[in-house]
């Protein structure tokens, strides 16, 4: 079945520094793909996505690009922030019933 | 914006008990969720409903049942709580997009 592979951390990262998170994928099909974000205490809330081979996903400075030669969509920010400490889930969705979730990367940034 | 409410966010039962969790959300989106959260293994899906009454079996419905009476209101129900169904509960919706849109969670300990 579809599965969805992520590094598990905890990440640590001083402020300003770069943050790659990897996520690599197996499915059947052309699924969608996507990053979520849990802050702490909340539930979970789309940071982006992407719908198809190329696509680059995008937001408050995060970028993933889904690249189906390599069955991979990792998150990339320039400079982290603080507030940017949370729980990151890499996860696919096919045809708007079957999701599949990554275990969770846990990200802190100390200041 | 889309709001996805869960009717507690601690609950603490005991084995045996009959325990419900509730989820309503306020976009009269077709298709609802429930997941469980536990470290390591990323969300796990229970069951889903895409109409009022219609429901299918997730990866992990052994020990759950599900109520879908109205189509704003998804129920979750362990029969028979156990201690190993303690975890944190988390219902979502589908909007456009594929995206999931989720509750804040519930946080249940079963002694």
């Known amino acids: 079945g579809d599965s969805v592979t992520q590094m598990e951390g905890p990440v640590t990262l001083s402020e300003e520094a770069f943050l790659t998170i990897n996520c690599t994928y197996t499915a059947t099909g052309y699924p969608s793909l996507f990053w979520y974000v849990q802050y702490p205490g909340e539930g979970l809330q789309l940071l982006l996505k992407?719908?198809?081979?190329?696509d680059k996903g995008s937001n408050k400075g995060f970028e993933a690009t889904y690249r189906k030669e390599t069955t991979s969509f990792h998150l990339e920010k320039g400079s982290v922030q603080v507030s940017d400490s949370a729980v990151y889930f890499c996860?696919?969705?096919?045809?708007?019933?079957?999701?599949?979730f990554g275990p969770g990367t846990r990200l802190s940034v100390l200041p | 914006d889309v709001k996805v409410t869960q009717s507690s966010r601690y609950l603490v039962k005991r084995t045996g008990e009959k325990v419900f969790l509730e989820c309503v959300q306020d976009m009269d989106h077709e298709n609802m969720f429930w997941y469980r959260q536990d470290p390591g293994l990323g969300l796990r899906l229970i069951y889903f409903s895409y109409d009022v009454k219609m429901k299918e079996k997730g990866d992990i419905p052994e020990g759950y049942s599900v109520s879908r009476e109205k189509k704003e209101r998804f129920s979750l129900i362990l029969e028979s709580a156990s201690t190993n169904q303690t975890s944190m509960y988390l219902c979502?919706?589908?909007?456009?997009?594929?995206?999931?849109?989720f509750g804040p969670g519930t946080r249940l300990l079963v002694l």
């Open positions: 996860a696919l969705g096919n045809y708007g019933q079957n999701f599949v």
């Open positions: 992407a719908t198809k081979a190329d």
């Open positions: 979502a919706t589908l909007g456009g997009g594929e995206t999931q849109y």
